[in-house]
């Protein structure tokens, strides 16, 4: 892949939606998108594309991964949780931005995938955990907390996880029209709640869903 068609993309999807931070551009530019992209899919690394990937999943359009990133205002200082490691693309951007980052994936093939994507890359200070995010029992607080798939409806157990002062990035609802969200801990025992933008990506696996009815 060339230089300029990862510049296209930064240029045409990223920037135009409003990710205007030259870190977080200057971190697309140092991060080859295409390295976490499975082979047969690398034709569509720096397309405005969901791109496929093992176990029904598919890696966030790049314009959203910046929104995200723009989101958590990372400052190389944070200790971050991210929620669904995917392909690792999303875990590099974060740890080229934070300290250190913890990630977490249920699906094995993927886990190992971006482990070694991972290390090739030569980027510590980055764990990633085979887990059901649904079952796993967080260490210690967080400064941000990227969710990267979507929930049905809103799960409250991530924001318990946040330092006071962080942040935590969200999908939440059904297709055709799911939220992005940002929650900051403000307090010991608050929180606030701020719409960000309106997208469809994958859900989480195992997310609750919402009761149906019947009539």
Do not use: N
Not at 5 to 16: C, K, L, P, W
Not at 46 to 57: S, T
Not at 75 to 104: D, N, Y
Not at 147 to 175: E, K, N
Request: proline share 6%; net charge negative; glycine share 6%.
């Amino acid at each position: 892949m060339s230089a300029d068609a990862r510049e296209q993309m930064i240029e045409q999807q990223v920037r135009a939606w409003e990710v205007l931070d030259e870190r977080i551009l200057d971190t697309f530019r140092k991060v080859p998108r295409e390295a976490f992209t499975p082979p047969q899919y690398r034709f569509l690394a720096y397309a405005d594309a969901e791109v496929p990937l093992p176990g029904g999943q598919h890696m966030l359009r790049p314009s959203v991964v910046g929104r995200l990133l723009t989101a958590l205002e990372l400052t190389g200082r944070e200790r971050v949780l991210e929620i669904g490691t995917g392909s690792g693309f999303i875990t590099a951007c974060l740890r080229m931005l934070s300290k250190t980052v913890q990630s977490l994936e249920i699906v094995p093939e993927l886990a190992d995938m971006a482990r070694r994507t991972l290390a090739t890359r030569g980027l510590r200070d980055i764990d990633v955990v085979g887990s059901d995010a649904m079952t796993f029992e967080p260490t210690g607080r967080f400064d941000a907390i990227a969710v990267t798939a979507s929930l049905p409806t809103y799960d409250s157990r991530w924001q318990s996880a946040l330092a006071v002062g962080g942040r935590l990035f969200v999908v939440v609802g059904t297709a055709p029209i799911m939220e992005a969200r940002l929650v900051r801990r403000v307090a010991e025992d608050a929180w606030t709640d701020e719409s960000l933008f309106e997208t469809v990506i994958d859900p989480l696996v195992h997310a609750e869903r919402p009761v149906a009815f019947d009539f």
